[in-house]
Nanobody, 121 residues
Framework: QVQLVESGGGLVQAGGSLRLSCAAS????????MGWYRQGPRNQRELVAT???????NYSDSVKGRFTISSDNAKNTVYLQMNSLKPEDTALYYC???????????????WGQGTQVTVSS
């Protein structure tokens, strides 16, 4: 079982920056990928950015060039550096991890509880 805990959300003015963190805990797992998703009050949950264990990244077009995802595999932690924030970035940001417990075994998806990011104009 994997538990994900996000932190770093808050209130920031447009143009400002925040750094989100998500730490995975538990035992016996190996994470293959982690990512960030967000859901605004009128939006479906959407992908923001993902990163594989090997370091391959993928970004939503809406955040490309402004956000940077990174990870520390030794700490089972993923980060999202958010710069040049816009009011449209306001959302509940969720961390997701994909993990397995046995080599080549089934992979499972886990979600954090979310951390709120609010960007004021």
């Amino acid at each position: 079982q994997v538990q994900l805990v996000e932190s770093g959300g808050g209130l920031v003015q447009a143009g400002g920056s925040l750094r989100l963190s998500c730490a995975a805990s538990g035992s016996g797992f190996s994470i293959s990928a982690m990512g960030w998703y967000r859901q605004g009050p009128r939006n479906q949950r959407e992908l923001v950015a993902t990163i594989t264990r090997g370091g391959t990244t993928n970004y939503s077009d809406s955040v490309k060039g402004r956000f940077t995802i990174s990870s520390d595999n030794a700490k089972n932690t993923v980060y999202l550096q958010m710069n040049s924030l816009k009011p449209e970035d306001t959302a509940l940001y969720y961390c997701k991890a994909r993990a397995r417990y046995v080599d080549n075994g089934p992979q499972y998806q886990y979600w954090g509880q979310g951390t709120q990011v609010t960007v004021s104009s």
